[in-house]
């Protein structure tokens, strides 16, 4: 089958499988807030060692292209309350470990990150780590805005112990920044790039986005050489995922007829993917690359390469702490996610009550696939148990392979190269939610070419 036929057949809706089972399934009318902190505190207690995802939600100006739970405003003023609620949280789950946690990883996502000053989030980092232990193996990382990321952030967290910062790029064509809202010369992120080296950072993350609108080969090339030329440690190259059926987004900025079409965002992929491997980047999981000397690379090659709320992760911690509005949480044997309403949340949290939305209790069930997708995720291969797979699922995976997306052999699945466009679609014949419906709901996923 040509690439254009495999392209056709397999561009349905499909989850990125940061977690398992995906959101939308989640049984919150089985879910208590009981169980949720009885799993949070046993899991801890297990492994003691914590890792921390922080949403910081503000943005100045709406990305068109961007899908994430934000707020858009140019008051600053939001900052310190903000803070001292995220704070509130963090002291909540403090209490009920009722002791000093270690923890391993911190992550500053958004929104934007680098919309608070540098002293608000020395203030949020020295009140997470005030009272609390880092683990030697620690890694902190943030996302930063390439216009407004300033020497000040930069030095202020490498001095609370960051190292890894990630530059939201997406494309250097004036034509596409201007369809997706996002002005960006490359001046900006050449000059934010060399501070956070200067600085002493060690792990430096571009991130690209392809399917965008007005994207083609030519143009795009041009992003991919000027990123090139700037030597991040780590790249990401994204699918771009329309989904402008959700509530708060704002993709609705352009026509959907100025979007490439599956055949040329797959092209766009493929031509990020070769020059990028011939620069010394190895593509090390689903839209990921890094170069040997990156942590992200060695974790790959070493089998302990992670994925969870935060995308890839080097860090073996199964308690991840989501704190924020919106911030979901994954205690491996149980998830939940925060309040979408931002005074909702700070009015939670000021009462002293856990700002939880929604939440899954894992079944048995639940932690056999979740490790059969997450072995295919993050190492394109998974053995299994034959009793665990029925006749059903044996025949989606015998048309992947004459496909010639896997191997099938000895229960056990490898992704061929050429297959790892197909992940999430391979990763779908795992799925106990998705299988028997046959397809995936309308309107829930992104397309998965």
């Not at 991040?232 to 989904?243: E, I, Q, T």
């Not at 593509?283 to 990156?294: I, K, L, N, S």
């Not at 949340?345 to 932690?367: A, V």
Request: aromatic share 12%.
């Amino acid at each position: 089958m040509t690439q254009s036929a495999l392209i056709e057949k397999y561009n349905t809706s499909a989850p990125r499988y940061t977690s398992y089972p995906t959101v939308p399934y989640w049984d919150n009318n089985s879910f208590t807030e009981a169980q949720w902190k009885e799993s949070f505190i046993r899991t801890y207690k297990n492994q003691k060692k914590l890792s921390l995802y922080i949403h910081l939600p503000f943005c100045e100006s709406l990305c068109t292209f961007c899908a994430c739970h934000k707020r858009i405003t140019i008051n600053h003023q939001f900052e310190v309350p903000y803070i001292e609620a995220v704070l509130r949280e963090w002291h909540m789950y403090r209490s009920l470990l009722k002791e000093a946690p270690e923890i391993e990883e911190i992550h500053l996502g958004g929104g934007t990150p680098s919309f608070f000053s540098s002293e608000n989030l020395k203030e949020l980092i020295e009140g997470i780590l005030s009272g609390s232990k880092v683990s030697p193996t620690h890694e902190f990382s943030f996302e930063g805005h390439p216009n407004n990321t300033t020497e000040t952030h930069l030095q202020t967290l490498y001095d609370l112990g960051f190292r890894r910062v990630s530059f939201g790029v997406q494309d250097y064509d004036h034509v596409v920044q201007v369809a997706i809202n996002r002005l960006q010369p490359f001046e900006n992120v050449k000059k934010v790039t060399e501070l956070a080296r200067k600085i002493g950072y060690t792990s430096i993350s571009h991130d690209l986005v392809y399917g965008l609108p007005f994207q083609n080969i030519e143009q795009f090339e041009k992003t991919i050489k000027k990123t090139i030329e700037l030597s991040p440690d780590r790249l990401s190259l994204y699918s771009y995922a329309h989904v402008p059926w959700l509530k708060g987004n704002g993709q609705r900025g352009f026509d959907e007829n100025n979007l490439p079409s599956a055949a040329v965002k797959r092209q766009l992929y493929e031509l990020g993917r070769m020059i990028f491997e011939a620069n010394g980047y190895t593509e090390v999981g689903m839209d990921h690359f890094a170069r040997p000397t990156d942590s992200l690379f060695k974790a790959a090659k070493d089998g302990s390469l992670n994925r969870n709320f935060m995308g890839y992760t080097t860090s073996q911690s199964k308690c991840m702490l989501g704190l924020g509005v919106s911030a979901i949480s994954d205690s491996w044997t149980a998830l939940s996610q925060n309040t979408k309403s931002l005074d909702e949340y700070i009015h939670l949290t000021k009462n002293h009550i856990f700002p939880l939305l929604r939440g899954h209790i894992q079944s048995e069930t639940d932690m056999l696939w979740r490790n059969y997708i997450q072995n295919l995720m993050c190492r394109f291969e998974t053995d299994f148990s034959s009793n665990d797979l029925n006749q059903e699922q044996i025949q989606q995976l015998l048309e992947l392979q004459e496909d010639g997306i896997l191997v099938l052999a000895d229960n056990k699945v490898r992704v061929t190269e050429e297959g790892r466009a197909f992940i999430r679609n391979v990763c779908t014949v795992f799925d106990k939610y998705i299988r028997p419906t046959g397809s995936v709901i309308t309107n829930t996923f992104s397309k998965a070419i």
